[in-house]
């Protein structure tokens, strides 16, 4: 399903994806209206504790990069996964990296010997007393400029499976554990 144009706060976007997977198709598909959003809303929102997020190339002056800095100052836990070896974009990431850094978010610079070229965003909110995960996942970089350009899909979901393999997938990018029983990510 499309994410409705009337969802205009935060809340009424977490409550209908909580009962609605969202497929969006860049450039067709706003991605300002719909990923940057996403991340902008959790970054204002009382109720989201975490945001964990991969990053490849974002480009200058990007709005994700100054949500995860805002989430940080707002006391969540942000981890950004940045990627080195993005060709061309290695300068950048490291100057934008330190920038996240100096907000507060927890900045992870890689694996060695692995290059990290996945795109995912995991939310944890506080839900009626329990967590629940929100998960994005796209073919395209978290870059509002080349979302205009290139074709990509985002998908948007509250699946608790997939929230559970985005969470082993950060754990094994941050803390080098493995787990090897992939729910839907594989």
Do not use: M
Not at 102 to 121: D, E, W
Not at 172 to 186: G, I, M, P, Q, R
């Amino acid at each position: 399903k499309k994410i409705p144009e009337f969802l205009g706060e935060p809340h009424e976007l977490f409550n209908y994806l909580k009962k609605n997977d969202v497929l969006v198709h860049h450039p067709f598909d706003s991605f300002s209206s719909t990923t940057v959003k996403l991340i902008s809303d959790a970054a204002n929102d009382p109720d989201v504790l975490a945001i964990k997020i991969t990053l490849y190339r974002t480009g200058s002056n990007s709005d994700v990069v100054e949500s995860l800095k805002r989430a940080a100052e707002n006391g969540k836990f942000v981890t950004a996964f940045v990627e080195l070896k993005a060709r061309f974009d290695e300068e950048k990431n490291i100057i934008w990296a330190k920038a996240l850094e100096q907000s507060g978010a927890h900045v992870i610079y890689g694996v060695p010997n692995l290059k990290t070229h996945c795109k995912i965003a995991l939310i944890v909110r506080r839900e009626s007393n329990k967590l629940k995960t929100y998960v994005h996942l796209s073919t395209g970089n978290y870059n509002q400029v080349t979302a205009r350009l290139y074709t990509d899909i985002g998908y948007f979901t509250s699946n608790e499976k997939f929230g559970e393999d985005a969470t082993y997938l950060f754990n094994y990018l941050t803390a080098y554990s493995y787990h090897k029983d992939w729910n839907h990510l594989v």
